[in-house]
């Protein structure tokens, strides 16, 4: 099970299984690739089922694939990448995510042999959109308007963690860690589509200083045109810092493999919680994650896997550019999706 690289832990947001018990050849190549979904049909703990808005809806239906890559450049020193695609339906609407990591791990202290092992990781990692769109109505700067689009979203991170596992049997292994990061997220130009009291349709555009109304078509008395210096905007792109630390039990015996990790992440973003709570908002500023893998090898080279991944506060951390002080009162849900795939080495 070695071989298969079972111990690996990926950059965030993996964090939950990461681990310092890892042993490589130079130039040992794997690979994971995957599918990452939930629906009704996979809400086995019925997450979805006991939302009082969306239950029994489509909302919050999850697809995406992944793959991820690993190399080791010297039996000590490893190096990572992934790439994924995730697609969350919101009543009519889909938006589409990417999302990508790189990190290096760097064993510091420990042998095959030892029953102790220590290591270093850096981690860089983001994700983007396009667009999100969203066509229901909207409430934005005092104004309900349809047909929202947010331009150029996207979020990236740095992380530095320190890793320790200790080897409590021969089947049973125990793994902690600690890390700090820092954030960015970043967005483009908003527009959306406004109607007055008289039914007179405006095009709306925000920018991070502005916000301006023209109006589509002649229409009664009403204005042709507005603009305000204030922008919803000016909050949607924020800096901040976050720590994070918990642990991994992995077991594994034959063909067969178990990984259960838990995360506890805490983030201090700059002026857009303080916003919040001034407005009598609720900020959302930990989550805590619970990630399950079971693998079962096929043969030196292969092996399948089933990973089930739950969230206290839905996305918190992990897409960074869907929180702002528009969205936050959303992110006190539950979440979670189901992944399965194969892992492959070389």
Same mark, same amino acid.
């Given at each position: 099970?070695? %071989?298969?690289?079972?111990? %690996? ?8 299984? +990461? *681990? ?11 690979? &994971? ?19 009082? *808005? ?22 000590? +020193? ?13 009543? !009519?609407?889909? &938006? ?34 396009? &667009? ?40 049973? !292994? ?18 959306? *589509? ?19 109304? !023209?109006? #589509? ?17 000016? &909050? ?5 810092? =976050? *720590? ?31 916003? #919040?709570?001034?407005?009598?908002? %609720? ?20 092996? #399948? ?13 992990? #897409?960074?550019?869907? =929180? ?17 795939? +194969?892992?492959?080495?070389?």
């Amino acid at each position: 099970m070695a %071989t298969m690289g079972v111990s %690996t832990g990926w950059c965030a947001p993996l964090d939950a299984l +990461l *681990t310092a018990d890892q042993f490589h050849y130079s130039g040992e190549l794997r690979f &994971e690739v995957g599918l990452d979904a939930m629906n009704d049909t996979l809400d086995v703990l019925h997450l979805r089922a006991k939302d009082p *808005t969306y239950g029994g809806t489509q909302v919050g239906d999850y697809s995406g694939q992944h793959v991820r890559v690993a190399y080791a450049v010297r039996p000590t +020193l490893l190096v990572e990448g992934a790439l994924a695609r995730r697609s969350v339906q919101y009543r !009519t609407d889909e &938006e589409s995510i990417d999302s990508w990591q790189m990190a290096a791990q760097q064993r510091l202290y420990g042998n095959a042999d030892s029953p102790a092992h220590a290591a270093v990781r850096l981690s860089l990692w983001g994700n983007r959109s396009d &667009e999100l769109r969203k066509s229901s109505a909207t409430a934005v700067q005092g104004l309900t308007v349809q047909d929202l689009r947010v331009l150029d979203l996207s979020d990236h991170q740095e992380e530095l963690d320190l890793l320790g596992s200790w080897r409590l049997t021969e089947a049973s !292994t125990l793994s902690a860690f600690f890390g700090i990061g820092r954030s960015a997220v970043s967005t483009g130009d908003m527009t959306a *589509t406004y109607v007055d009291g008289q039914g007179c349709q405006y095009a709306m555009s925000f920018t991070p200083t502005q916000t301006s109304g !023209t109006r #589509i078509a002649p229409c009664g008395s009403s204005l042709a045109a507005f603009s305000t210096s204030l922008s919803p905007l000016a &909050e949607f792109s924020y800096g901040g810092s =976050y *720590t994070q630390w918990g642990g991994m039990w992995q077991w594994q015996r034959g063909p067969w493999a178990l990984r259960a990790g838990m995360q506890w992440l805490r983030l201090d973003r700059d002026n857009v919680d303080a916003k #919040i709570a001034q407005n009598g908002g %609720t900020p959302y500023e930990d989550n805590q994650i619970l990630v399950v893998d079971v693998i079962h090898a096929l043969n030196e080279q292969i092996a #399948i896997f089933v990973r089930g991944q739950a969230m206290r506060h839905q996305f918190v951390g992990e #897409i960074p550019f869907l =929180y702002n002080s528009a969205t936050a009162h959303k992110f006190d849900r539950r979440y979670g999706y189901v992944s399965v795939g +194969l892992h492959v080495a070389f």
